[in-house]
């Protein structure tokens, strides 16, 4: 499949017609070696801009169909000097590759007043889609010295997280399982850690995240809520450098350098442990069964001046009992491991102005409960990915657009808990095709409509999903929009009645019609002035055949599976300022989401068979504020966040129940306990508010910058409830006042 996915490819880029006077190449950090994306390149002829384009995230640029003349070639990025050069570009020569490494300008940088985009700002979101840079995470403040995305995403208004615990994350009313998380093209199923400040790749190797909260376009597919699109750095070309970091919450290491000399090859890897268990838990002095790894390295090269080349693997184990000890409903102890490695190859043809792309990667993922020699249920997912992307240049709109073939093998062990659901082994395959045009109709305008057409050969089901993005800038203001139909083929088991639940199986649909949802999201964003902006996005969401646990009165797990419907309408609204030194943003997220679905038993508790209800992650309301500055070279950051009360199962009480199978003595059978309802999630649970600080302080050492930090967690110590225990009806609380002090160290 491999190899006919890269024939196609060729075959395709064959047939386009040559394109003569190109000019292309890379543009990077003289240091370091890597890319830098946003850089505007352009040729001036006669005082007058002839071409111009801005770099991708791999610092790519390329400017078609040029005319033969002479130019000066322009090339500026806020924070670098400005490289200038003169092109003679001639009528014969069809392909011009010039590569360009800039060099930091000190003194622009000390003069900088207004913090730009690589900072953090807003200017990045566009109708659902936002670049995260590491910039805008460090500011969040966090337990351990070394930032994480998890805080940031944990700001943005349509993301909940609905505990400290669990590694689970919800996005503008979807589930956990209905999100792609991918690390270099490479799958990552459960992407948060058990504690879930943390997620499976630290911020150390990361260059840039891409959330596509919705509307996301049709190069990606097999999950209806959102994109989690994230790309390590290549590590340093020129030389070593190291770091490593100590607090009560994490150990981490990272390294990475020159493998060559040249820098033509590099790498970077890192190591992170928890100490939460023992050294967290003994500063409060309460129990934090948590235990977790991650591994990460990566080989990147320019084996010649027309390919780059690279390839990831990662490593995590999390470990733990979410929700802590309980007495009779303490929960049962979950582990899980991810897996996965990728080879990525970026090619650019002779003499076409195309780049084209080739992924391949293999993911696992597996996850166990109860105690490792008498294992309650298990599941494992593996999945075989190979896919080649094509970006297709010219001066009026680019064409996006690519292969992509999957294999992927589901087992699982459920120990009869799932009564209609039949998990042992199942393999499903995927093949499919996607393009999306972007046509440039003026300056600051353009619209970019787009198909992907997703195949299922072992199930015989073909998916059409037609997408659209929007952008227009009048003056200060930018207006968006994107729409799209996504399908989601795989779904993930669970049962969301009880928070502590994070056991997951992964299936393919079962029985009935695959589940749908239909995007439409409205932007906005507008400067304000210097340093000051709004931004706001408008979002509706249809879900239709999802799959979700049958309603039962038995206190066990069950995932007896049932359809249902759902609906989510929201509002995200963002002010952000600023200016140097002072960096302060709030968001606010008001959001509905309500699920539909039918259950015949149901007739004999509420006297109908469909019922409508809120979601366990149906958070109506939350803020975000967050403010940071530089004093006397130390930086301090302050985070506080609220959120309304999510809903919970209400009990009236239990009664006790006796199958009548045969011949049962009932004054020696004890039956099991069953729980009697309100209607399903018919609570509210308290609301919830926190306030996080942290000050950091950083020195230098010879050829060391040490970093010391002093941070606290829940600074007033509001006792936030996690969950109440559907089948006990126990009561317990997110983490308590943490006070943590780190240091980190980076050696150059």
């Known amino acids: 499949m491999r190899r006919i996915c890269i024939l196609l490819v060729f075959a395709i880029c064959s047939a386009l017609p040559a394109v003569s006077q190109v000019l292309r190449g ?118 351990d010295i070394t930032a994480d995305l998890s805080a940031y995403l944990a700001t943005l208004p349509g993301v909940v997280l609905v505990g400290d615990q669990g590694g689970q994350f919800y996005v503008r009313g979807g589930e956990p399982t209905q999100n792609l998380v991918l690390l270099d093209g490479m799958l990552i199923y459960q992407p948060f850690h058990i504690l879930s400040y943390y997620t499976a790749f630290p911020t150390e190797v990361l260059r840039s995240v891409d959330l596509h909260a919705g509307g996301f376009g049709p190069q990606f597919g097999g999950r209806i809520s959102s994109v989690v699109d994230a790309w390590s750095r290549n590590g340093n070309s020129s030389q070593f450098a190291a770091s490593g970091s100590v607090s009560p919450f994490l150990v981490g290491t990272h390294v990475e350098g020159p493998i060559v000399p040249g820098g033509r090859f590099t790498m970077i890897a890192s190591a992170r442990q928890s100490v939460v268990e023992d050294a967290a838990a ?54 899980w491991w991810n897996d996965a490695v990728g080879g990525r190859y970026l090619f650019l043809p002779g003499n076409l102005p195309i780049l084209a792309e080739f992924l391949m990667s293999w993911s696992g993922h597996t996850m166990q409960l109860g105690p490792s020699e008498d294992l309650i249920r298990t599941s494992s997912t593996s999945r075989i990915n190979m896919e080649a992307n094509v970006t297709h240049y010219s001066p009026r709109g680019d064409l996006h657009w690519g292969l992509f073939a999957r294999s992927l093998t589901l087992k699982s062990e459920l120990g009869g808990l799932y009564q209609n659901l039949d998990l042992k082994t199942e393999y499903v395959t995927e093949a499919g095709i996607y393009a999306a045009p972007e046509f440039k109709l003026s300056s600051g305008t353009s619209i970019s409509p787009g198909l992907r057409i997703h195949h299922f050969p072992s199930k015989s089901r073909l ?209 099991e306990r069953r729980v009697i309802y309100e209607r399903p999630f018919n609570g509210v649970l308290p609301a919830y508010h926190r306030l996080d600080a942290s000050v950091n302080r950083a020195f230098q050492i010879g050829f060391s910058r040490v970093t010391l ?33 780190g240091i980190k160290v980076d050696l150059q």
Do not use: C
Not at 291 to 311: M, T, Y
Not at 717 to 739: G, H, K, M
């Open 26 to 143: 890379f543009v990077t950090e003289v240091i370091s070696g890597e890319p830098l994306e946003g850089v505007n390149v352009a040729l001036f002829g006669e005082g007058e801009i002839s071409f111009g384009a801005a770099t991708d995230s791999d610092g790519f640029y390329l400017l078609p169909r040029l005319t033969p003349g002479q130019y000066v070639l322009r090339t500026s990025y806020v924070g670098y000097v400005t490289y200038v050069d003169s092109l003679d570009i001639g009528p014969g020569q069809e392909i011009y590759q010039l590569d360009i490494a800039l060099e930091e300008d000190e003194f622009q940088l000390q003069q900088l007043t207004i913090v730009d985009n690589a900072g953090g700002s807003t200017t990045f979101l566009s109708a659902g889609t936002e670049r995260i840079t590491p910039a805008a995470i460090e500011r969040v403040p966090m337990p």
């Open 282 to 335: 003994n500063v409060i002095g309460q129990d934090i069964p948590l235990l977790f790894h991650d591994l990460f390295a990566k080989i990147h090269g320019r084996p010649n001046q027309h390919g780059r080349v690279s390839v990831s693997g990662i490593k995590t184990y999390d470990r733990g009992r979410v929700g802590g000890t309980r007495g009779i409903g303490a929960p049962d102890e979950v582990r």
């Open 463 to 671: 998916l059409f999903e037609p997408r659209l993005r929007a952008k227009t800038v009048l003056g200060n203001n930018e207006l968006s929009a994107a729409a799209g139909l996504y399908h989601q083929e795989l779904v993930g088991i669970n049962d969301r009645r009880d928070a502590a639940s994070v056991f997951t199986a992964w299936t393919a649909v079962p029985v009935g019609d695959i589940p749908r949802a239909l995007h439409i999201i409205m932007g906005y964003r507008r400067a304000l002035a210097e340093g000051m902006t709004v931004v706001t996005d408008v979002y509706y969401k249809r879900m239709r055949n999802l799959y979700i646990a049958e309603w039962t009165a038995r206190p066990r797990l069950t995932t007896k599976l049932q359809q249902a419907d759902g609906r989510v309408l929201g509002l995200d609204l963002r002010f952000e300022y600023s200016r140097a030194p002072y960096y302060a943003y709030i968001n606010y997220g008001l959001a509905t989401t309500e699920y539909e679905a039918m259950q015949s038993e149901l007739v004999h508790w509420f006297n109908e068979v469909i019922y409508k209800f809120r979601p366990a992650h149906d958070r109506r309301h939350q803020i975000n504020a967050m403010f940071s500055t530089s004093i006397y070279g130390f930086d301090i950051s302050l985070r506080w966040q609220f959120g309304s009360g999510r809903p919970f199962n209400r009990a009236y009480g239990f009664d006790g129940f006796l199958l009548m199978d045969g011949s049962v003595n009932v004054f020696t059978e004890a039956g």
């Open 709 to 741: 930090q002093a941070s606290v967690i829940n600074v007033y110590d509001r006792a936030n409830v996690f969950y109440l225990d559907v089948f006990t009806l126990e009561r317990s609380d997110q983490l308590p006042l943490i006070p943590s002090v």
